[in-house]
């Protein structure tokens, strides 16, 4: 298949390279590739026999009387030339859009594939045990529970019990220290009352336990101090129970509460952090008869890193000890997050199958960071230093504008006006539609300011005017 690869000076050494050991020709056209017109490309298919022509993602033109005309299909190509190696390779096997640029085209079909693999995996596992609906263990999808600490404490828990389904959550664990009374378990799971979604309560205590079979599914954890107590009260409940070593050892326990007539037990061998034993801790998820419970938020919260990779990372250990539940947390500021950022983990481990790394699998974990470098290059020119910008300062006549951000938006505060906004783009536009901006250094400085707030929404991070990032 002859492809003609039509491309701008200022990227023909990055296409040429990627053309090689392809059926293409290059054909440079001007200094930028996006600017390429249809007469020029009817003129250069004309001019050869190609069986089809790619050109820059980055173009806006219609190709469609070229293709009318020469009766030769025009696609567009990935937007930045460091990705045509991957979509040459692909070109012929994976259909190509006239309308969508190849790396976003290729990116959603890639992560649709995915999900449907995902669903279909989900589908027909038969699992070891159900949990208001929810499949755990036998090949399912590693299930995420999130814990909300001091669960009786929480100001807004039905709130948060939400965000965390609607982020991701399986099973949501509400926490009890020892503090916390029957009545406020009780008062904690009246107030969920409608959610019918799995709910978990976590405490040892057998008087917070007895107050949580109101209505929790799962209880955190069971040994050989709270079993006798409770154990036959859980099984006459149908709830289901992490059982943990206590000084009696996993497997005794597991057999107790096995006798004490609890169906549905999920081992947690206890995984330590990072430092005090994490490794040789990973060695007692082996032979565990049980489904398996993975605590990896435990980890995450006692390890000053960002929270991203180390999810991907702990749910990747996760299923090579085959853990059927995981558990993450959102107690503190840097972990922040982990609910959406484990299921996500949870997805790419699930759909790793015959592949032998979680790569290339149509989903990943990528925030901050890009999986290949773009190197496009720069203007051509003479070269300037900008030198420092001045430090005097001059107020604009139309005023001062202060800049926060609040629940996901970004506000833009002046002379008693607040404008709200999702981008840095619409607070840009308000202000200059609305007279708040007269000099064009305010307006290069709002410019900066509106794009750090936006990305400190991005990345869910707080944000300060003129403050660093």
């Keep these: 298949m002859r492809i003609l690869l039509p491309t701008g000076s200022m990227t023909a050494d990055i ?3 990627a053309a090689e050991g392809h059926d293409a020709e290059v054909v440079v056209v001007g200094e930028i590739a996006a600017f390429l017109t249809p007469a020029d490309l009817k003129n250069l298919i004309s001019a050869g026999a190609y069986d089809m022509a790619i050109v820059s993602g980055m173009s806006t033109a219609s ?3 070229v293709e009318e005309a020469t009766g030769v299909p025009v696609y567009l190509g990935p937007r930045h030339a460091a990705d045509l190696g991957t979509v040459l390779g692909l070109a012929g096997k994976v259909p190509l859009s006239r309308t969508i640029p190849a790396d976003e085209l290729f990116a959603a079909e890639r992560r649709e594939a995915a999900l449907k693999h995902l ?20 090949g399912s999808r590693m299930k995420v529970l999130a814990e909300i600490m001091d669960a009786h404490r929480h100001p807004a828990l039905r709130e948060t019990v939400e965000d965390y389904f609607r982020r991701g959550a399986d099973i949501v664990d509400l926490g009890f220290g020892f503090d916390a009374a029957p009545e406020d378990v009780r008062r ?33 954890s069971l040994h050989e101090g709270n079993i006798p107590a409770v154990g036959g009260e859980l099984a006459a409940a149908g709830a289901a129970a992490v059982i943990v070593p206590g000084e009696a050892g996993l497997d005794a326990n597991l057999r107790e509460a096995g006798e004490a007539g609890i169906a549905a037990l999920i081992a947690d061998p206890l995984l330590q952090p990072a430092g005090s034993g994490f490794v040789s801790s990973l060695g007692n998820f082996t032979g565990v008869d049980r489904p398996l419970f993975f605590g990896a938020g435990n980890v995450v919260e006692l390890l000053d890193a960002d929270s991203v990779g180390a999810n991907a990372l702990l749910a ?10 995981i558990f993450t947390s959102e107690h ?3 972990t922040k997050g982990s609910v959406a950022e484990m299921r996500r983990a949870t997805e790419m481990m699930a759909v790793l199958g015959g592949h032998p790394y979680p790569k290339d699998l149509g989903i990943d974990l990528f925030v901050l960071k890009e999986k290949r470098r773009r190197r496009e290059p720069g203007p051509e020119g003479e070269r300037i230093d900008a030198g420092p910008a001045p430090e005097d300062f001059c107020p604009d006549p139309a005023g001062n504008v202060r800049i926060a951000t609040e629940d996901g938006r970004i506000l833009a ?16 536009a308000a202000l200059v539609r609305n007279g708040c901006v007269s000099r064009l250094d305010h307006a290069a400085y709002l410019g900066r300011e509106l794009a750090r707030a936006e990305t400190a929404v991005l990345l869910g991070r707080s944000y300060v005017q003129d403050g660093p990032f």
């Design 119 to 138: 669903s279909e995996i989900e589908d027909q596992a038969g699992p070891d045990c159900m949990i208001r609906g929810v499949k755990i263990g036998g």
């Design 15 to 17: 296409v040429k390279k």
């Design 188 to 220: 904690c799971f009246a107030a969920l009352d409608g959610i019918d979604r799995p709910l978990a309560a976590d405490t040892q205590d057998p008087a917070l336990i007895r107050a949580a079979l109101c209505r929790a599914d799962l209880i955190l």
């Design 316 to 325: 990747a250990c996760a299923r090579e000890v085959g853990a059927a539940v």
């Design 413 to 428: 505060g002046h002379q008693g006006k607040v404008y709200a906004g999702r981008t840095a783009a619409d607070l840009a």
């Design 63 to 65: 190709f469609a009387s």
């Design 332 to 334: 503190s500021d840097k």
